[in-house]
């Protein structure tokens, strides 16, 4: 990759380049530093700052690589978190002005995985209120912009690790997702991102005060601008930790492929739970056409046996139960008395959403019992197919809108103005039932935005995922930054 500046390099060629003596870490840590300088004052996606400290480790970084003894894998390379994950002496407010004294007194498991791998942490990176958007703005740090066009959203809620990665202000991001919050800003920003099978990659670290359960679908993973790094970063980072890796280790599979040819492909294109933009779609038109005559079966109509309306029902009921803990006992009150006031026969996201925020455990309980029932039919379809690829939005980034409720906005899709929350089915078709998927760059649309593909494959193999992704890095698109930074 020779005339790449290397704060666009990928965090694995990153780390060649130092053990090699090709660069330093902290001549690389002022690289990325430079960048932020230049640009994030447009951009607002690094929010908190701890430079000094980060030099120490630059400067400790070089030592060890000089005595040829790195840390681990990352050795030397800059990185940025989200801001809700837990760094000591700074703060975790999620966007929240309540929490905004929340001062971390100890680093993330995650955070701690990475840096004793090496990695070089400067700051923290913008997320929406609560993490609940796909667009990055609060009342404590300001709204931040898509380095593609300024008056878009960079998606959400890793909304400010997506665009620190796109303009080289970092190498490695840490994220998190329950509902595409790593998979959607990946998508909008031109990136790549991970979302992990459930519960393989600890949550210690990355919770909000008084709270020590992490909740249902929701969890931790990689972002970067290679799959090889996600595949570096997802070893480092998955595993239990604490009083659960006392009791059992984990070792997800390798990937059983190693090109195009082995791979049995699943295309999804749209889908009527939520429209697809056509410029998306001719994206994935592309992606598909590519893979025609390289995988060793590809069908255009293979799905699980289960329809996308239930599993879009079935993931709103659990991802607002997930999500209803934060309500007080008035929001609780006025909102079970919506419900009882409301039409047995209102199929509306709204109301769909208070249900169940006030659902009984009870009712709560048969919704897991079809989750998981709907999980194994997931399985059996993996039987057939290693991935199934798929929009990871219903279009490409869109333009700012802090407006009202999320589930108030619009966004124009084929011309269209409809629902943004229409899109939650592309986040909860794999998520809600604990399984992998990434995304990668497949290409720009006809207004010059990027778009990603969603690659989603069966419950643990994570690697098999990454390593489609890889392949199509490699043989086909990869991450190219956007103009001018």
Known sequence: MPGIPAHYRSATDL???????????????EQCLDQYARHNGALNAVVVTDIPRARKAAAAADRRLKAGKPLGPFDGVPMTAKESFDWTGTPSTWGDPRFKDNIASSDAVAITRLTAAGAVIYGKTNVPLMLADWQSYNAIYGTTNNPWDLTRSPGGSSGGSAVALATGMSALEIGSDIGASIRNPA???????????????????HLLPGIVQPGDITVAGPLARSARDLATMMKLLA????AEARAYSL????????????????????????????????LLGRLTGFLGKRVKKLSTAARPSFSTKEAMDVYIALLRSATSRRQSDQDFA???????????????????????YVL?????????????????????????WDVMICPAAASAAFPHDHEGERHERKIIVNGKHVPTTDQLFWAGYSGCFHLPSTVAPMGLTPE???????????????????????????????FVPPPGY
Request: net charge neutral.
């Open 360 to 384: 009984s455990h009870r009712n709560w309980l048969k919704v897991n019992e079809r989750r998981h029932q709907m999980r194994l039919l997931w399985e059996q379809f993996f039987d057939d």
């Open 239 to 242: 595993g239990p930790e604490g």
């Open 187 to 205: 998508h909008y920003c031109g990136v790549y991102g991970h979302k992990p099978s459930y519960g393989v990659v600890p949550y210690q670290g």
């Open 334 to 356: 006025t909102n079970a008395a919506k419900v009882a006031a409301s039409d047995p026969e209102d199929d509306s996201y709204l109301t769909k959403m208070l249900r169940a």
């Open 251 to 282: 070792k997800l599979p390798a990937a059983r492929q190693t090109s195009l040819k082995e791979f049995r492909v699943a295309v999804m294109f749209t889908d009527e739970q939520s429209e697809v933009d056509l410029g998306v779609q001719d």
């Open 15 to 29: 780390a060649r380049l130092l053990r090699a003596s090709k660069l330093t870490a902290r001549g690389l840590l």
């Open 448 to 478: 010059g935005l990027p778009a990603g593909v969603q690659i989603i494959t069966r419950q643990y193999d994570d690697f098999t995922a990454i390593r489609f992704a890889e392949l199509l890095e490699k043989e086909y698109h990869g």
